[in-house]
Every structure is written in structure tokens, then in C-alpha cells.
């Protein structure tokens, strides 16, 4: 009996030996690699990375306050002149007289209704100055038809960048003539979408970014026309099964 237990033992041995060897030297490894084959290397095949570039301008003038924020202002304002310091009458009037003595400035507010939001000018930056403004072009996405022209976002596909957020710059390159006019907002999308309406399949990031000073002049080849528009406006211009997930993603 415990000649056969050592006979069993030195088999299970020499089999296990043999297995890792195969293993160390790659006898197994082309089988769990063809198992593997169809499920990952053709779904990355038929997968493509696009960076597309929200680019914001952010709101010129501020905008009017909420009523409930207007309500509260007042109310403050109110509840603090019961408190406020008296001064002498003869302090006041010393004061008012100086003061007409010099010649005090009349402030005038800039008009904050444009000549670009009388003709509904969309390539304009001088529109909806209390708003901000995203940027659309209108041309071929990837993975859209190519006969079929739509809005979107500017957009890139990722290639040889060494990272995502490199691509997103370049797509911005060609509009600006300092790359400084334009502000990322972080290393990290701040969205994704992923569409299934060709093959290959396009998973699209999106990197948020401010226009800070110039203008941006948009051109291209592909680029048919472009405009600058603000939440409200994109039902006019987005497809509407990615307009409930825009608004989400875009700050008012």
C-alpha cells in the first residue's frame, strides 16, 4: 500500500512539473489566447476613440438675479439701513458741496442687447452677453453619414497622442493663434458617449474648455458653417436622443 502511494505521488508530480513547463514555455498560452480572440481583440477592433471639445464662452455681464435672489437683496438692504451710522447734517452737506465742486461722473451701463442679438447673429460672440455660449460646427462626425451633415461638437479622433486630453488640444489648434486663448478645465472628460450607428463603433469623450481672450476663427475643410449658442438653443440644433444628455452635462 505505501508503495502505491508513492507511485501515485511521484506521477502527480511529474504531471504538474510538466504543466507548469508547458505553461513557462508557451504551450498553453496560444489556446487561451484563441479562446480570447473573439470576444476582446474583435471588439476593440471594431471600437474607436473620439475627443470632442466643449468650448465655452462664459457670460460677458452678469446676468439679472433670480426673483427669489432679488427678494432676498432687498430684504438685506432693508434690514440693515434700520441700523445704519447718522452722520452730522453739517458733514453731509460739506460733503455734497465738494462733490459738486468737482464734478462727480454719471455712470451709464453698457447696453447689454447687441446689434448680433437684433439679426440673430450665431457666429457672433457679441450675442446673449448675460449667457454662456458653446461652440458647434456643422459637418461629418465620425461614424455619421457621410452625405448627412449635422451639428456637433469639435471633434478628433485619438491616434498616436499620449493622451486623450493632447487630442482634445490639437482639435482646438487650427481656430486659435495662441493655444493660451483657450482654457482646459481639467485632465478628465467631463463626458462620454458611445454610438453604435456604424461600425466601427465611436466612444466619444468630451473635455470642457473656456475661450479666455480672442476669437476663435472657425475653418476647416469639413466645416460647413458654425455657431455659438446657449442651452436653450440646442433643441435647434442637436440630435434629441443626445440633447437630454447634453443638458445634463452643460452648465447654465
Known amino acids: 500500500m505505501q508503495r502505491s502511494c508513492a507511485l501515485l505521488r511521484a506521477l502527480g508530480a511529474s ?6 513547463d508547458n505553461v513557462v514555455k508557451g504551450a ?6 484563441r479562446s480570447l480572440s473573439t470576444s476582446s481583440a474583435d471588439a476593440v477592433s471594431n471600437e474607436k476613440i473620439v475627443a470632442a471639445v ?6 460677458v455681464v452678469l446676468p439679472d438675479m433670480a426673483p427669489a435672489v432679488e427678494a432676498f437683496e432687498s430684504f438685506s438692504f432693508d434690514w440693515r439701513q434700520q441700523f445704519r451710522r447718522e452722520y452730522p447734517q453739517e458733514f453731509l452737506d460739506a460733503s455734497s458741496s465738494r462733490e459738486a465742486d468737482e464734478g462727480e461722473a454719471e455712470f451709464e451701463p453698457a447696453p447689454t442687447v447687441t446689434e448680433a442679438d437684433k439679426t440673430n447673429d450665431r457666429r457672433s460672440l457679441q450675442r446673449a452677453l ?3 455660449l458653446y461652440l458647434l460646427i456643422r459637418g ?8 448627412t451633415p449635422v451639428w456637433h461638437f469639435p471633434e478628433k479622433e485619438y491616434a498616436k497622442e499620449d493622451s486623450l486630453r493632447l487630442c482634445a488640444e490639437e482639435v482646438v489648434k487650427p481656430f486659435v493663434s495662441n493655444p493660451k486663448d483657450v482654457y482646459f478645465v481639467g485632465n478628465a472628460p467631463c463626458g462620454h458617449l458611445h454610438y453604435r450607428l456604424s461600425e466601427p463603433n465611436y466612444k466619444r469623450f468630451f473635455f470642457k474648455s473656456q475661450l479666455i481672450t480672442g476669437k476663435l476663427q472657425v475653418k476647416g475643410k469639413k466645416i460647413k458653417d458654425y455657431a455659438w449658442v446657449s442651452k436653450e438653443e440646442l433643441p435647434e440644433y442637436l440630435d434629441p436622443s443626445d440633447l437630454e444628455y447634453m443638458k445634463k452635462m452643460l452648465i447654465d
Open 15 to 20: 504531471s504538474s512539473r510538466r504543466l507548469v
Open 28 to 33: 498553453l498560452v496560444p489556446d487561451a489566447r
Open 54 to 59: 466643449v468650448v465655452e464662452r462664459l457670460p
Open 130 to 132: 448675460t449667457r454662456r
Open 140 to 147: 461629418i462626425p465620425y461614424g455619421g453619414a457621410k452625405d
